[in-house]
């Protein structure tokens, strides 16, 4: 039978405390210097994103508007929920508070709700561009654009708040003392809640980029048409195919996006075990808001280009 005075526990004199994690010297150090480079990396890609796209009027169109908002909660996570999670990892023994806790499981489930919001007004932009292009400037303005996206923040602000002072337990029941380990209780109001919030617009997204695809690659074949031979015929095609391209482009995002989420949401909320399995599907949702700026990155020639001259000025201003 194991000893008392062989295992610590976050109040040494009380068994009912949780464990501490005993790690070497070195593991502990590499890992939290992962986690902030991780960290440190994620906030600075989508901050370059913002700045790329506030900096150049060129760029102030609808979609990237939608991009900027997207990236705003990626920096969200990038800032708060990074950080707190590393603790939540590597520290057994939570010192911050049970409120500090509810405050990470609300910042979290906030930029779940963002990112979301933020990919069905983007399935929108792309399905009106690429199916319906003729009235897609008269259809999606920047007013329009930045009006959809302030009543998703304020919807998805409100909603989480009143999710978190109602239907989650704040005093954060837990399996020993000094733990976060937030319990949301089940019952049909959160059943409801989920299939509102995720199962719907997660639909709304598959469904319109099906849609997209499917027109996408009608108007492909009539790129090799006769009706393509004309002046006016290829500025259309032209036209079409870079609506095609950013459509593919936000394609991967918004599957990246399914991809890192939808496990996580499902089968795990915040409970890191000592299984890998839980610790990989864990962090898959953060691996998500690093990913996305990537993405404009490899795919997007204006991000390479702004990005190169933001960074040339600030290394001209410093030397």
Not at 127 to 153: E, F, G, N, Q
Not at 263 to 277: K, R, W
């Amino acid at each position: 039978m194991e000893k008392n005075e062989d295992v610590q526990y976050c109040f040494q004199d009380r068994n009912s405390s949780c464990r501490k994690v005993l790690l070497s010297t070195s593991i502990y150090i590499t890992m939290y210097i992962f986690f902030s480079l991780f960290s440190a990396v994620t906030v600075f890609l989508n901050v370059l994103v913002i700045i790329s796209i506030s900096h150049f009027k060129q760029l102030h169109t609808p979609t990237n508007l939608l991009i900027i908002s997207l990236a705003v909660s990626d920096l969200l996570v990038g800032l708060i929920v990074i950080p707190v999670v590393t603790v939540a990892i590597m520290e057994s023994c939570w010192g911050f508070g049970e409120y500090f806790c509810v405050f990470n499981f609300y910042i979290a489930c906030l930029c779940t709700s963002l990112s979301l919001g933020n990919l069905v007004l983007i399935s929108i932009d792309r399905y009106v561009a690429v199916c319906d292009p003729l009235l897609y400037h008269s259809k999606i303005t920047i007013p329009r654009t930045m009006c959809s996206i302030s009543i998703t923040w304020f919807c998805c602000i409100m909603y989480r708040a009143a999710i978190i002072k109602h239907f989650v337990n704040v005093q954060v029941p837990s399996r020993c003392l000094k733990e976060c380990f937030i319990v949301e209780e089940l019952n049909w109001v959160n059943i409801i809640s989920l299939v509102f919030t995720m199962v719907v617009p997660c639909s709304i997204i598959i469904t319109l980029y099906m849609k997209i695809f499917v027109v996408a690659r009608s108007q492909a074949r009539k790129v090799f048409s006769k009706e393509a031979a004309s002046v006016s015929g290829a500025k259309t095609v032209q036209a079409n195919k870079s609506e095609r391209k950013a459509a593919k482009t936000l394609a991967i995002v918004v599957f990246n996006y399914l991809i890192c989420w939808i496990p996580f949401l499902f089968i795990n909320m915040f409970v890191f075990s000592s299984d890998n399995f839980s610790f990989i599907i864990g962090f898959l949702p953060l691996v998500n808001s690093l990913i996305n700026p990537i993405i404009y990155a490899f795919f997007y020639p204006w991000f390479k280009v702004t990005a190169k001259h933001i960074l040339t000025r600030v290394k001209l201003r410093h030397t």
